[in-house]
């Protein structure tokens, strides 16, 4: 069970946007920042947000995110093939511990 | 160019215990802090410790707390997870990544390619 719950799974048409959630709880979202990451199959993930909606140079801005209270959430507009992926939230954690979301398997329809 | 590079991994008993290795290069490696990241077959991310950019500050997962131990040699640019007591639920790859906007913040900005640790009889 992870300590972050985001959907197991999310899918959407080529060029339509999809939003990813991710709840956590005062201890780690409420006060610390979000990021997220995209695992592409048989490969190391791939760190798209930081700092809950800061994206690292060479991120298409088609990748948003977004954080209230306890919650945060990924946003890709027009989807393509290639967004076919894994994507994790992850936060740090008052209690000294770094967590991440389950996952949820994006499908592009 | 930035670079991370694990090793070390592979078939061990459990009870016992393994070293991995994660060599760093491609930029100022006393600068960062650095993670272990870990992820079971077919499952999800995990994870497991931080070591700060001196050595002086170290934070383990729950899971592993006790057992592993996270350290640095930045003469050498490489940090080290010495892995004791290993179980079969310890399976996984192993990845080591920098930690590149702010200080336990979890954004890790490069990762390596993994290696894969498996606890099996």
């Known amino acids: 069970q992870s300590v972050l719950t985001q959907p197991p799974s999310a899918s959407g048409a080529p060029g339509q946007r999809v939003t990813i959630s991710c709840s956590g709880s005062s201890s780690n979202i409420g006060t610390n920042t979000v990021n997220w990451y995209q695992q592409l199959p048989g490969t190391a993930p791939k760190l798209l947000i930081y700092s809950n909606n800061q994206r690292p140079s060479g991120v298409p801005d088609r990748f948003s995110g977004s954080k209230s209270g306890t919650s945060a959430s990924l946003a890709i507009s027009g989807l393509q093939s290639e967004d076919e992926a894994d994507y994790y939230c992850a936060a740090w954690d008052d209690s000294l511990n770094g967590v991440f979301g389950g996952g949820t398997k994006l499908t592009v329809l | 160019q930035v670079q991370v590079v694990e090793s070390g991994g592979g078939v061990v008993q459990p009870g016992r215990s393994l070293r991995l290795s994660c060599a760093a290069s491609g930029f100022s490696f006393s600068d960062y802090g650095m993670h272990w ?85």
């Open chain 2, 37 to 121: 990241v870990r992820q079971a077959p077919g499952k999800g991310l995990e994870w497991v410790a931080l070591i700060f950019f001196d050595g002086s500050i170290k934070y383990y997962g729950d899971s592993v707390k006790g057992r592993f131990t996270i350290s640095r040699d930045n003469s050498k640019n490489t940090v080290y997870l010495q892995m004791s007591s290993l179980r079969a639920d310890d399976t996984a790859v192993y990845y080591c990544a920098r930690e590149e906007y702010g200080v336990a913040s979890l954004s890790l900005d490069y990762w390596g390619q993994g290696t894969l640790v498996n606890v099996s009889s």
